[in-house]
């Protein structure tokens, strides 16, 4: 079946830094591209539609300047998680949905952002 | 809005018991549900799908049925083992687009 790949699986970084997280459709073309984050022991929040050629998506609460997605082809998507912060740290899930299809969505492996 | 309900866990279980996941949806006309895996330290697998009413899906053992007239498409499975301990997730996409909406998730733990 259709593969997602993230990257990096775990950062752990410092506060006030930037972290850029890749996800990539490796065997199928993706227009769309979801952005989830995930507190532990909970569901998964949709943060963000990512869109290739165009402008992301936010859903309500999410702020645009801190979490910056950029879909600037069919297979990449990244999410940079600006001057990051401890709140920050979560499971950073992302999504891609294959053409055509019942809506059917193909997830990344995930990535552990870990802020000190 | 779409919303999903799932039974609350962690539900606990020996091998070889028999599985019931509960899982019940609103939405708006027929949305496609859908139960995905989650294990420890991973993305989201899909496990099985159901597109329309009374449409069954079945994967790994493990099956739901889409009861339209009960807006439910509980997860089953009769027999599980330890490698079944993950968090279980019930989702939809409404009619209306391709947002996938999520259950809050069932943490399953199979003892040996």
């Known amino acids: 079946g259709a593969v997602v790949s993230q990257h990096p699986s775990r950062v752990i970084c410092k506060s006030g830094t930037s972290v850029k997280i890749e996800c990539r459709s490796l065997?199928?073309?993706?227009?769309?591209m979801f952005w989830y984050r995930q507190f532990p022991k909970q569901s998964l929040m949709l943060m963000a539609t990512?869109?290739?050629?165009?402008?992301?998506?936010?859903e309500q609460g999410v702020e645009k300047d801190k979490f910056l997605i950029n879909h600037a082809s069919l297979t990449l998507s990244t999410l940079t998680v600006t001057s990051a912060h401890p709140e920050d740290s979560s499971f950073y899930i992302c999504?891609?949905?294959?053409?055509?299809?019942?809506?059917?969505?193909?997830f990344g492996e995930g990535s552990r952002l870990t802020v000190l | 809005g779409d919303s999903v309900t799932q039974m609350e866990g962690p539900v606990t279980l020996s091998e070889e018991a028999f599985l019931t996941i509960n899982c019940t949806y609103t939405?708006?006309?027929?949305?496609?549900l859908f139960w995905y895996v989650q294990y420890p330290g991973e993305g989201l697998q899909l496990l099985l799908k159901?597109?329309?009413?009374?449409d069954k899906g079945s994967n790994k053992g493990f099956e739901a049925t889409y009861r339209k007239e009960t807006t439910s498409f509980h997860l089953e499975k009769g027999s599980v083992q330890v490698s079944d301990s993950a968090v279980y997730f019930c989702?939809?996409?409404?009619?209306?687009?391709?947002?996938?909406?999520f259950g809050e998730g069932t943490q399953l733990t199979v003892n040996p």
């Open positions: 989702a939809l996409v409404g009619t209306s687009g391709s947002r996938l909406t």
């Open positions: 065997d199928f073309q993706a227009t769309t």
């Open positions: 990512s869109n290739e050629g165009s402008k992301a998506t936010y």
């Open positions: 999504s891609a949905r294959s053409t055509g299809g019942t809506g059917e969505l193909f």
């Open positions: 159901a597109t329309k009413a009374d």
């Open positions: 939405a708006t006309g027929y949305p496609s």
